[in-house]
C-alpha cells in the first residue's frame, strides 16, 4: 500500500478554488478526496430526528475536495510546500517537505 502525501491531522493551506489561501486541518482523507476543517462548506437542509434528539434546519457542512487543491502547511516557511518520502537509514519511510527538506513526521 502507498503511502499518502496528505493525511488526517495535517496542516494544509488551499491553493486552488473559492478557500484558496486559507488553513485548516484534515478530519478525513478517501483516495484523492479530502475533507478540511471549516473549508469548502455548503448549507445542507437537515431533516430533524426525533430518535437522536437532533434539531432540524439549514447547517454549514465541509464538503469533500481533491487533494490536489491543498499544500501541506510548511511552519518554517509559513508557505504550502510540496512533500516527498525517503528512507532513513533505520528502516523507516518518512515525509519530508521539497523547499527545505525537513522531515514532516516526528
Given at each position: 500500500?502507498?503511502m499518502?502525501?496528505?493525511?488526517?491531522?495535517?496542516?494544509?493551506?488551499?491553493?486552488?478554488?473559492?478557500?484558496?489561501?486559507?488553513?485548516?486541518?484534515?478530519?478525513?482523507?478517501?483516495?484523492?478526496?479530502?475533507?478540511?476543517?471549516?473549508?469548502?462548506?455548503?448549507?445542507?437542509?437537515?431533516?430533524?430526528?426525533?430518535?437522536?434528539?437532533?434539531?432540524?434546519?439549514i447547517?454549514?457542512?465541509?464538503?469533500?475536495?481533491?487533494?490536489?487543491?491543498?499544500?501541506?502547511?510548511?511552519?518554517?516557511?509559513?508557505?504550502?510546500?510540496?512533500?516527498?518520502?525517503?528512507s532513513?537509514?533505520?528502516?523507516?519511510?518518512?515525509?519530508?517537505?521539497?523547499?527545505?527538506?525537513?522531515?514532516?513526521?516526528?
Open positions: 500500500m502507498a499518502n502525501k496528505i493525511r488526517k491531522g495535517d496542516d494544509v493551506i488551499v491553493i486552488a478554488g473559492k478557500d484558496s489561501g486559507k488553513r485548516g486541518t484534515v478530519l478525513k482523507v478517501d483516495q484523492r478526496r479530502i475533507v478540511v476543517e471549516n473549508i469548502n462548506l455548503a448549507k445542507k437542509h437537515v431533516k430533524p430526528d426525533p430518535n437522536k434528539g437532533e434539531p432540524g434546519g447547517i454549514d457542512k465541509e464538503m469533500p475536495m481533491d487533494a490536489s487543491n491543498v499544500a501541506i502547511y510548511n511552519p518554517m516557511t509559513n508557505k504550502g510546500d510540496r512533500v516527498g518520502f525517503k532513513l537509514d533505520d528502516g523507516r519511510k518518512v515525509r519530508f517537505y521539497k523547499s527545505n527538506g525537513e522531515i514532516v513526521d516526528v
